[in-house]
């Protein structure tokens, strides 16, 4: 079974700071995926990469980056964290490049921002 | 750009009842995929069936079954006799091939209470 972990699932983090989430997948994917999650809002990407060390901005990329120098590894960094990024955060991962492969996730983590 | 919408924010229903989903979705390619996911409480989404856009034949698997209609852009879904497992949140998501990686597009998603 694929596995994808994430470092947290819980965090509170203080407005300013840098924070780190971490993601990992032990099944060989090329492709991993962050997204966060609001209610009503349904999920919506922020980035995702296809290889190592190749990324792609996804629908609300601002105020974050990403890492991704190893391909089981997937890090989302906020660079100076705001109320507004208080949200759950879900890393996904999948196989090759068809349409039609599922993407598989991880439990999220929950990041509030005082 | 692909849309996907979930017009019910939260269904109720009475264990054993059945439960029908709604969702349209937009996109102007012709090659596509469907995707039904369930998100139970504890948080990690899992995948429960896919349909391409060259299919529209409507499939039963187990207690779930799915009505795929291109005329109208609707991929609505079914759960029979539910059941209080099947409380969860459920997310319609729409996937188009591109160059480099799958990317899905999500619907809002509907919350599913199950009441026994």
């Known amino acids: 079974d694929v596995k994808v972990t994430q470092s947290s699932r819980y965090l509170v983090k203080r407005t300013g700071e840098k924070v780190f989430l971490e993601c990992v997948q032990d099944?060989?994917?090329?492709?991993m995926f962050w997204y966060r999650q609001d209610p009503g809002l349904g999920l919506r990407l922020i980035y995702f990469?296809?290889?190592?060390?190749?990324?792609e901005k996804g629908d609300i990329p601002e105020g974050y980056s990403v890492s991704r120098e190893k391909k089981e590894r997937f890090s989302l960094i906020l660079e100076s964290a705001s109320t507004n990024q208080t949200s759950m955060y879900l890393c996904?991962?999948?196989?090759?490049?068809?349409?039609?492969?599922?993407?598989?996730f991880g439990p999220g983590t929950r990041l509030t921002v005082l | 750009a692909q849309k996907v919408t979930q017009a019910q924010t939260e269904i109720s229903v009475v264990e054993k009842e059945d439960v029908t989903l709604d969702c349209v979705y937009e996109?102007?390619?012709?090659?596509?995929?469907l995707f039904w996911y369930k998100q139970p409480p504890s948080g990690e989404l899992v995948f429960l069936i896919r349909?391409?856009?060259?299919?529209?034949q409507n499939e039963i698997s187990g207690r779930y079954s799915w009505n795929f209609q291109k005329s109208t852009s609707s991929f609505n879904f079914t759960i029979t006799a539910s059941q209080v497992v099947d409380s969860a949140v459920y997310f319609c998501?729409?996937?188009?091939?591109?160059?480099?990686?799958?990317?899905?597009?999500f619907g809002g998603g509907t919350r599913v209470l199950v009441k026994p």
């Open positions: 996904a991962s999948s196989a090759g490049t068809s349409a039609y492969n599922e993407q598989f």
């Open positions: 099944m060989d994917h090329e492709n």
């Open positions: 990469s296809y290889d190592v060390k190749m990324k």
């Open positions: 996109t102007r390619d012709t090659t596509y995929y």
């Open positions: 349909r391409n856009s060259f299919d529209e």
């Open positions: 998501a729409l996937s188009v091939f591109k160059a480099a990686g799958n990317k899905l597009t």
